[in-house]
């Protein structure tokens, strides 16, 4: 079997779908390995799980850096760890577009949402408002256009009689951290 490609994720919050991707990558036969979590929130909750997996961290706040200089520092540290592949998990932050020419198809990010509806913020309200009969969740590669790369994976959540947002963010979170681990295992194998 191929070296496991070496994946970083960047998050900036409670790192909920971080700790999925971390602990199907400890699987002896996962494709993939994370070797870096780094975070734009230096007190993001995510840190802690990745100290406790084991996983390096970088963190530092983006406050009083131009979107350009503060990906300067995140491409740098990627690229000291040998990454090969991006993963974003609750990454609330747009890149800058010299950050993703030089990952070109390969930052993956998991949305909220049954791309190509509902990009941006609000998914699930948007799709409760909306009357949709269902909501879900994309894994896409991330290009310059918000929530715009190929969708390389989709789970369908259906929307129940009384749901809230936030009811329905509850069972789409479940489903995120099953698909987004088994996509980025599928994609990690396509790059070897």
């Not at 993963?87 to 990010?109: D, H, K, Q, T, V």
Request: aromatic letters at 4%; a negative charge.
């Amino acid at each position: 079997m191929a070296d496991p490609v070496r994946v970083g994720i960047l998050i900036s919050g409670r790192g909920s779908n971080m700790a999925s991707l971390v602990d199907a990558s400890m699987a002896a036969d996962s494709p993939y390995r994370v070797v870096r979590v780094l975070s734009n929130v230096e007190d993001a909750g995510g840190l802690a799980i990745a100290t406790a997996a084991g996983v390096p961290i970088w963190a530092r706040s983006h406050k009083g850096l131009k979107r350009a200089e503060f990906d300067a520092l995140i491409d740098a540290e990627l690229r000291a760890a040998d990454v090969e592949l991006v993963a974003l998990a609750g990454y609330m932050r747009l890149l800058s577009p010299e950050f993703i020419a030089g990952w070109e198809g390969r930052i993956l990010n998991i949305h909220p949402s049954l791309l190509p509806l509902y990009k941006g913020l609000d998914t699930h309200a948007r799709a409760i408002a909306a009357g949709d009969a269902e909501a879900g969740c994309s894994v896409h590669v991330v290009t310059p256009e918000l929530d715009d790369g190929p969708v390389i994976a989709q789970a369908r959540v259906a929307i129940r009689p009384g749901d809230t947002p936030g009811s329905l963010a509850d069972r789409v979170l479940v489903e995120e951290h099953k698909l987004y681990a088994t996509a980025l295992a599928d994609y990690a194998r396509r790059l070897r």
